[in-house]
């Protein structure tokens, strides 16, 4: 079992700037992919971003794509997201996510991941 614990959300202004982290307990997730999605209230849940195992391989969603970064560090077990530029309509909660049947093929749908954390709330004020 994983456990995934995410950190760094907060308010923030527009234009602004936040660093989510997302910490792995248990079982190492240096093997898996892991992605971060968000849900904005009376939304969907959808994807943000991903990274295969060694850093290789990443995928955005076109809405935050140029704005956010996505990194991982192996040696720590975290997984970090690096959110620039924020606009009003980022505001959702994060979650962090782990992909434990691939290590470096990215898939978007949520119900391929199956280990959650429980999500960070980013709040962004126009």
């Known amino acids: 079992q994983v456990q995934l614990v995410e950190s760094g959300g907060g308010l923030v202004q527009a234009g602004g700037s936040l660093r989510l982290s997302c910490a792995a307990s248990?079982?190492?997730?240096?093997?898996?992919?892991v992605g971060w999605f968000r849900q904005a209230p009376g939304k969907e849940r959808e994807f943000v971003a991903a990274i295969g195992w060694n850093g290789s391989n990443l995928r955005y969603a076109d809405a935050v794509k140029g704005r956010f970064t996505i990194s991982r560090d192996n040696a720590k077990n975290t997984v970090h997201l690096q959110m620039n530029s924020l606009k009003p309509e980022d505001t959702a909660v994060y979650y962090c996510?782990?992909?434990?049947?691939?290590?470096?093929?990215?898939?978007?749908?949520?119900?391929?991941?199956?280990?959650w954390g429980q999500g960070t709330q980013v709040t962004v004020s126009s």
């Open positions: 248990g079982r190492t997730f240096g093997n898996y992919v």
């Open positions: 996510a782990a992909d434990s049947k691939r290590t470096m093929v990215i898939v978007r749908t949520d119900r391929e991941y199956d280990y």
